[in-house]
């Protein structure tokens, strides 16, 4: 039973090792970023454009939003 258990806390700790070294450190980028990046990338490569995002809309105040 000893045995049992130790393969199953260790093959436990491996996929929460594994699941935990997923991922970006640095903080997600909007929409709008992203597609200025894709720009950016694209003319850096010699790669047809794509079109030139939209700036995002100023996010205007709800009164519930101090409740989130």
């Not at 594994?18 to 894709?38: H, M, N």
């Not at 694209?42 to 995002?56: G, I, L, T």
Request: with cysteine; glycine share 4%.
């Amino acid at each position: 039973m000893t045995g049992s258990r130790i393969l199953v806390t260790l093959t436990l700790l491996a996929a929460l090792a594994s699941v935990t070294a997923c991922g970006r450190k640095a903080g997600l980028d909007t929409p709008y970023e992203a597609a200025v990046q894709a720009r950016k990338d694209a003319e850096k490569a010699h790669q047809p454009v794509p079109p030139e995002p939209d700036k995002p809309v100023v996010d205007k105040k709800f009164i519930l939003d101090p409740l989130i």
